[in-house]
């Protein structure tokens, strides 16, 4: 196994290439940014990895798109959906590194996803912040739906608050199939900041700003997650009995991909022409909290 670290600025990181590229471990100055490595099967066990070329579900991993009508195999058993695109249970190349920064690289061929893609993640330390640029590359001669974000992985410290905008809440089935949009209502309104212990969870917002921020008071610790361009919604999962959350930053709603003939569609999955390049930039940075 060859796994990449990256030490910097007090981060201490390392990645698993060969496994979805998922982080095996994230710190600063030794408190756990992302969860660490857990028991059990990659990459679930890792504590953040990419979301290509979509985020979340495919419900039943069927879809029709420009006159094709697709079907992909269920890549987890005893799921009903498709689930987190490719990249995340793939291996992925390390093309260049440095003690603070990593270029990562994912081909996918053609096959019952009929289009060839490229997948990079460009992961760099500067001071405080840690940063992902993560873009798909259309590398097939036709129209290909597109979508991307990060499924970090966040420690369920008793005391963690969750904070973000949001207009839209996307009320899903109990396979998180989202079947209708609401208003944001006060159990899950997370403007002022709501706590995650106690808080059952997994659901699709709107997030127009492109930022959320993690606060654990008992640390004196906040993270401020900030992207951009096409990040406009959050994943907010949040298990019951487990000791971890996740806020995932992503372009498209949970089966998004099907939502594109209804009126009310949201924006996220992307019409990638031949040879185009859908890029996002995440920052993750630290910092004590005011007072």
């Not at 039943?60 to 890549?75: R, T, V």
């Not at 008793?158 to 609401?182: K, N, R, T």
């Not at 089966?255 to 185009?276: F, K, S, T």
Request: charged share 20%; net charge negative; hydrophobic share 35%.
């Amino acid at each position: 196994m060859s796994l990449v670290d990256l030490n910097a600025h007090g981060w201490d990181i390392v990645i698993d290439p060969e496994n979805g590229a998922g982080f095996r471990k994230c710190q600063f100055q030794g408190h756990d940014i992302f969860r660490p490595f857990a028991a059990g099967e990659a990459p679930f066990n890792h504590g953040n990895f990419a979301l290509v070329p979509y985020s979340n579900r495919i419900a039943h991993g069927k879809f029709s798109y420009e006159g094709k009508k697709i079907q992909l195999p269920l890549n987890i058993e005893g799921h009903a959906h498709q689930l987190h695109g490719f990249g995340w249970q793939a291996k992925w190349d390390v093309t260049a590194r440095q003690e603070d920064a990593v270029f990562l690289k994912y081909l996918h061929e053609k096959d019952a996803w009929p289009w060839r893609f490229e997948a990079t993640q460009h992961w760099k330390i500067s001071g405080d912040t840690l940063s992902c640029t993560l873009s798909i590359k259309n590398l097939s001669d036709e129209m290909m739906p597109a979508g991307l974000g990060l499924h970090p992985y966040f420690p369920r410290v008793h005391d963690a608050i969750l904070s973000f905008m949001s207009d839209q809440h996307f009320v899903a089935d109990e396979d998180c199939i989202p079947y209708a949009i609401q208003p944001i209502s006060q159990s899950v309104d997370f403007s002022n900041g709501k706590a995650v212990l106690g808080t059952k969870l997994d659901d699709c917002f709107s997030c127009p700003t492109g930022k959320g921020r993690i606060s654990w008071p008992s640390l004196n610790l906040q993270l401020d997650i900030t992207s951009g361009p096409h990040a406009v919604h959050a994943i907010v999962f949040s298990p019951e009995g487990e000791d971890y959350f996740c806020y995932e930053p992503v372009s498209n709603i949970n089966n998004g991909i099907n939502w594109r003939e209804r009126a009310d569609c949201p924006p996220g999955i992307v019409d990638l022409a031949p040879g185009a390049v859908m890029q996002e930039t995440t920052d993750f940075t630290v910092s004590s909290i005011k007072a």
